[in-house]
């Protein structure tokens, strides 16, 4: 009956949106598997399976020799961080919760925090499968060099923000165009097998194929990154510029279609699905 109003400062305002988003991100994290060990294992086990089945491809098909000269593990691992990187990020961001959601019937839960957590989650599980392969690699096998960590880690999170942005568009189509972001979502991440370039580097390519792949931002930031890893690789046809653009477009371009879905968004959209 009786209540006390308690007014809130920006700051404290703050620390709640922050709480919101980390126990949405502890959620979104925990959504294949109810412990979290187990899902972290889970993707470094997929990490795993990624990195021996290619090692296995290249020895058998004798393209070792079309590799950067240096360590052809660390040459495998930069492209293959950097694509489920990407991938798993607009997988995350195309599925994350809509305004029509149940969960957005519970205040102050909104679709900011279900985005923000959706792509922290991706963020948080690739971080960690990543660092812990290259962790064993580097104690089990040989030690790991890079010749820039902070520009290899700049990449990656390049990947990972270009992820948000192709994800936010995918997100803003999805109560309009389900199926057809679905079938989009997964013609993408099979495109990405091919054109992400995590197979070869651009210097190899003749410059009539160049075209087919210098649109995927994926395809310069897995370039670029090998440009930062290994000291004898200097890429001359990609550029971090050009993913770092498109993303910031792409998540614009995502932030207002998704407003403008939240404004019209109808739970009888989801009746009978």
């Known amino acids: ?86 991938v798993k990020t607009v997988g995350s961001i195309a599925g994350a919760e809509g305004p029509a959601s149940p969960m957005m019937k519970h205040a102050p839960m909104n679709t900011a925090v279900s985005i923000a957590a959706a792509a922290l989650s991706a963020l948080y599980l690739q971080t960690l499968s990543g660092a812990l392969v290259l962790f064993a690699v580097h104690v089990a ?76 931002p994926l395809f310069h930031t897995i370039d670029q990154s090998r440009g930062y890893t290994f000291v004898n690789y200097n890429p001359h046809y990609t550029s971090w510029e050009y993913p770092l653009i498109l993303s910031l477009v792409l998540i614009l371009i995502g932030l207002m279609g998704e407003f403008y879905t939240k404004r019209h968004a109808s739970v009888s959209w989801f009746a009978g699905r």
């Open 1 to 86: 009956m009786f209540r006390v109003q308690r007014r809130q400062t920006a700051l404290s305002s703050a620390f709640t949106l922050l709480e919101l988003i980390f126990h949405a991100t502890v959620r979104q994290t925990r959504k294949g598997h109810g412990n979290g060990l187990v899902a972290l294992g889970m993707n470094v086990l997929q990490t795993a399976v990624f990195l021996a089945a290619f090692f296995a491809l290249f020895t058998l098909l004798g393209m070792r020799g079309s590799a950067i000269r240096g360590d052809f593990l660390l040459y495998l691992m930069s492209g293959i961080f950097l694509f489920l990187t990407h």
């Open 141 to 216: 096998w040989h030690p790991v060099e890079i010749a820039s960590p902070s520009g290899t880690v700049m990449m990656f999170l390049l990947s990972w923000l270009s992820g948000i942005g192709i994800g936010l568009c995918l997100l803003a189509l999805k109560p309009w165009f389900p199926n057809f972001v679905q079938i989009a979502n997964s013609i993408y991440s099979r495109m990405n097998m091919v054109f992400s370039g995590k197979m070869f580097v651009a210097n190899s390519l003749p410059s009539s194929w160049l075209g087919y792949f210098s649109w995927n």
